[in-house]
């Protein structure tokens, strides 16, 4: 997603492009606006000439009605989402309704294809509730049910066309009918053509019932939430079609069949319209959940908060890793967008045509292009505003809110740097920027701060110690997993010391600062060591699987005394 830019700062060719856009917009939206009105009109055509024919009010209401809700909730998501093929087919629902009641009464001929293509709504309706709310079909066998529907529907017409006589078998409709001029069999063939429908269209049903229930079962989170109404109402429909079917089949009159089905699937649309409201309460939540992390959340705090406001546990914020050439998620994992599956969409940030982040989340969500717009503002507020934070805090200020008292420094330092400066020449920028991006996150993972990050070093402050080493260990640990350029390998050497610095306005100051630093420089790439203060503040809290071995007395440069060191090993951390 392109951050929009102002006018004034386009050039002629972009904004001429940036004009045609919005014309094409404004132009599918009348031409969308223009067809609503003409299938609006079909449909209360519809119930006129069925009322003009005699039909009763129980019978031509709801031919107009239903057929009008159809058409409108499919303009309205049409609207909002016009790539989106539901709207459009919820759309054509109506029409074919209402269309097929004007032909027949515009043509007594046509009731022969009344007759045939009486399934059509039905089918559309199948395709809506496997492939909401995306517009594609889910799965495999959610493709291979409707290809066969299809197929069945195809062959079933054809044989309806040649064997139907509607004056005798469409008692609920005739008079006034004209003879079926296509058909060539005798009328008694017709009742076994009706029953393989009919047994067809109940299968149908069952099976598409089996697989909305299958996908809604799977789903979780804001999937669910979007599905149930939808499939909710899908579901009755397919309840009360497979009960009708089966009453008809047995030979029983119930010439109010087609009224109650069209009753019934007026709960989609319904369905559709709770799904609206619970999406724009998606967003309310949305925007209390970035309010309650403050002015400058952090990427990770962010990833919780949608993830518990959307109901969506595998919500994924990725930041852009120019080093990895690709997207990161927290645990410094490449994000491969190019391989999600139809139930998971991604949405890409760029900042000045580069990319910055991308945000992957339930397809459910583009049920609603302003919920997905509020999650992006959203993800680039904070990601905008952890830079900024970053790069204050690189400059030596924002030291307000840094801890006071008794505090673990981390100090890190990448080991050779002059030589990989060699190796990587203009690619060692990227390792830098992964560098710093793997340190703040690491911070913000770890309850600490990063009061200075400038080139190939790091400078953390944590308030409890064991946070301070779980950061070390877990930043040796992303080193690690991180995936660098021309297969260069970066290995950082950490200190870590306790103490009682002061603080003033331009940051921390003391002796324990210059101790810190000199732990560091004791130690190897890939290496933690810690001071006596800080072992001794973990006797009894270390955690399982970390140990603190002994390195003796060392000579620290600038310490008048020599200080007991201890090195931090763990499986993997030499």
């Not at 395709?127 to 049910?145: C, H, K, N």
């Not at 409709?173 to 008694?188: K, V």
């Not at 503040?537 to 007395?553: I, M, Q, R, V, W």
Request: aromatic share 6%.
């Amino acid at each position: 997603m392109i951050p929009v830019r102002t006018r004034k700062g386009l050039d002629r060719h972009t904004r001429h492009a940036h004009d045609a856009r919005i014309v094409d917009v404004r132009a599918s939206a009348r031409l969308l606006t223009i067809g609503w009105v003409a299938a609006f009109a079909l449909c209360v055509s519809a119930s006129a000439l069925s009322a003009a024919h005699g039909r009763p009010p129980q019978i031509f209401l709801p031919v107009g009605v239903s057929s009008a809700i159809y058409v409108t909730s499919g303009w309205l998501m049409a609207r909002r989402r016009p790539d989106n093929r539901i709207g459009y087919l919820l759309m054509l629902v109506g029409v074919v309704y209402a269309g097929l009641v004007v032909l027949r009464y515009l043509s007594y001929e046509a009731e022969v294809l009344n007759v045939a293509l009486s399934p059509i709504p039905a089918i559309l309706l199948a395709y809506v509730l496997l492939a909401y709310p995306s517009g594609s079909l889910a799965g495999r066998a959610e493709r291979i049910a409707i290809a066969a529907i299809a197929t069945a529907f195809v062959v079933l017409t054809v044989a309806t066309i040649l064997t139907v006589e509607p004056e005798l078998h469409g008692t609920s409709r005739c008079p006034p009918c004209a003879p079926n001029p296509f058909r060539i069999t005798d009328t008694s063939v017709f009742p076994f053509v009706n029953t393989l429908s009919g047994l067809a269209q109940v299968g149908a049903a069952a099976v598409v019932s089996v697989l909305a229930i299958r996908r809604w079962v799977r789903a979780q989170g804001t999937a669910r939430r979007v599905l149930a109404p939808v499939l909710f109402g899908g579901l009755v429909t397919a309840a009360g079609f497979i009960v009708t079917s089966l009453i008809l089949l047995t030979g029983i009159e119930f010439d109010l069949a087609g009224q109650l089905m069209l009753v019934l699937q007026v709960l989609v649309p319904i369905g559709l319209a709770v799904t609206f409201v619970r999406v724009y309460a998606a967003r309310g939540a949305v925007a209390r959940g970035v309010i309650q992390l403050g002015a400058s959340p952090s990427t990770e705090a962010l990833e919780g908060a949608l993830r518990k406001a959307l109901h969506d546990p595998s919500l994924i914020v990725a930041r852009w890793s120019g080093t990895a050439g690709g997207y990161l998620d927290r645990e410094g994992h490449r994000v491969e967008l190019d391989e999600i599956g139809v139930d998971r969409s991604a949405v890409r940030l760029e900042r000045d045509g580069q990319p910055l982040a991308a945000i992957l989340h339930d397809s459910a969500l583009e049920v609603d292009p302003g919920l997905v717009g509020t999650v992006v503002d959203a993800v680039r507020f904070s990601v905008e505003a952890t830079d900024l934070r970053d790069d204050l805090r690189a400059r030596g200020g924002d030291v307000a809110g840094l801890p006071r008292g008794e505090v673990t420094f981390l100090f890190g330092d990448l080991e050779g740097s002059t030589e990989l400066l060699t190796r990587l020449g203009d690619a060692y920028v990227d390792v830098l920027v992964e560098l710093r991006r793997i340190v703040r996150e690491v911070a913000e993972a770890n309850h600490g701060r990063v009061v200075d990050a400038r080139a190939d070093e790091c400078f953390l402050v944590f308030a409890k110690p064991l946070n301070a080493l779980e950061a070390a260990v877990d930043l040796q640990r992303r080193l690690n997993a991180a995936t660098w350029p021309n297969g260069v390998e970066p290995r950082m050497r950490i200190g870590l010391h306790l103490g009682t610095p002061e603080l003033t306005t331009d940051g921390y100051v003391g002796l324990d600062v210059h101790r810190a630093a000199r732990v560091m420089s004791t130690a190897h790439g890939g290496q933690v060591v810690a001071s006596a203060p800080l072992a001794l503040a973990l006797t009894g809290h270390l955690p399982e699987g970390l140990t603190l071995s002994p390195l003796g007395y060392q000579t620290l440069k600038g310490i008048p005394e020599p200080e007991f060191l201890y090195r931090v090993a763990t499986s993997g951390l030499g």
